[in-house]
């Protein structure tokens, strides 16, 4: 046995295998192998690398060997396809522990949850829809911390996001003015971004077949112009309605007229990097960072102070799912 193959059948057998061709460049100090705790995606490129050695370099390999190290490929392969996968990132555990807050707070006080509510007046068993909405959230909420669930929690949530966008709220720059339409848009596309990218991680070989495009990296590309978009807009509406922005700022920061156009200028900027890919991660995280900001040192300060207003609940509950799905596009970068 020549040292190629028995390099190539220890390493298979140890549960490794060739690098992918990102891997590389970007792991060369870890030496010809690299070992199989990796995501699954890595793994399956480093055996498809591994198979492509073989049809590259066929005399390389006597035929006896050349079974073995199939058989062993085929093995490693099944069991990556069916390893479950767990808690991918902060951003995913949060996101999903939102989303089961948020369900749970519909069920109880669907007015309180703007990702959901409302559904046009005029849309037949209304209450149903919301109380529907919340079912969703909750029930993908708590998919998505199950390993095997993952995948159908993301698939779930995802379709429920678009097809909300689709009939409840785009139908809202018909009837209402193009700002007021906006608001009720932007938000729950920053959420189907977050969803979309958690779906593209979690895709299976299912989704990869009949859901190509979606579940690739076109897919989180999309998803990620989509969030751009929702920064755009919330940059765009600092100015717009600066009056209000002005309100919410804490009486102890001074210069509030410089933070409401300061806070509107670093959303648009990160919108505009998001899109172009220029700075793009730093713009990501920065964004989710102001949102952080957002919620600690406005929302959450006048919740706690005793607040009962519906309108600045239902506002704190909405920053709270908007930084978690911040988060989840931020670790995408990572």
């Known amino acids: 046995m020549c040292p190629q193959e028995a390099a190539t059948l220890k390493s298979l057998e140890n549960g490794y295998t060739y690098p992918g061709p990102h891997q590389a460049s970007t792991n060369s100090n870890r030496g010809p192998f690299v070992p199989i705790a990796m995501h699954k995606p890595d793994l399956l490129s480093g055996l498809s690398c591994t198979a492509l050695l073989m049809s590259t370099q066929p005399t ?16 490693l392969k099944h069991h990556v396809e069916h390893m479950p996968m767990r808690i991918a990132s902060i951003g995913h555990a949060i996101f999903a522990v939102t989303m089961i807050g948020l369900g749970a707070v519909g069920l109880l006080h669907p007015d309180f949850v703007p990702l959901w509510n409302p559904v046009p007046t005029g849309v037949p068993a209304r209450e149903l829809f919301i109380y529907f909405g919340a079912l969703i959230s909750l029930t993908a909420g708590i998919g998505l911390l199950v390993p095997r669930m ?11 996001l678009f097809l909300w966008l689709l009939l409840f709220r785009l139908p809202n720059f ?66 717009v309605d600066v009056k209000d922005t002005v309100s919410l700022i804490p009486h102890w920061l001074p210069g509030h007229l410089f933070w409401a156009y300061f806070t509107g200028g670093a959303f648009i900027a990160a919108g505009i990097a998001t899109l172009i890919g220029f700075c793009a991660r730093l713009a990501v995280a920065l964004s989710a ?28 509950i909405l920053n709270t799912a908007l930084l978690a799905g911040a988060w989840v596009v931020a670790d995408s970068y990572w």
Request: hydrophobic share 60%.
């Open 60 to 75: 390389a390999f006597r035929p006896q060997t050349a079974r073995r190290v199939r058989r062993i490929s085929f093995k």
């Open 289 to 316: 960072f102001q949102l952080a900001l957002f919620l600690f040192v406005v929302w959450i300060p006048i919740v706690a102070a005793g607040s009962k207003d519906p309108f600045q609940l239902s506002e704190t």
């Open 150 to 160: 993952a995948a159908i929690a993301a698939r779930l949530l995802l379709a429920t």
């Open 174 to 239: 018909l009837r209402e003015p193009a700002f007021a339409a906006c608001w009720s848009v932007f938000p729950l596309t920053l959420m189907l971004a977050a969803t979309w990218v958690l779906y593209v991680r979690f895709a299976v070989d299912w989704d990869r077949k009949y859901f190509r495009f979606v579940s690739s990296n076109d897919g989180l590309r999309i998803a990620r112009i989509l969030y751009g978009l929702c920064l755009i807009f919330f940059g765009v509406a600092h100015f």
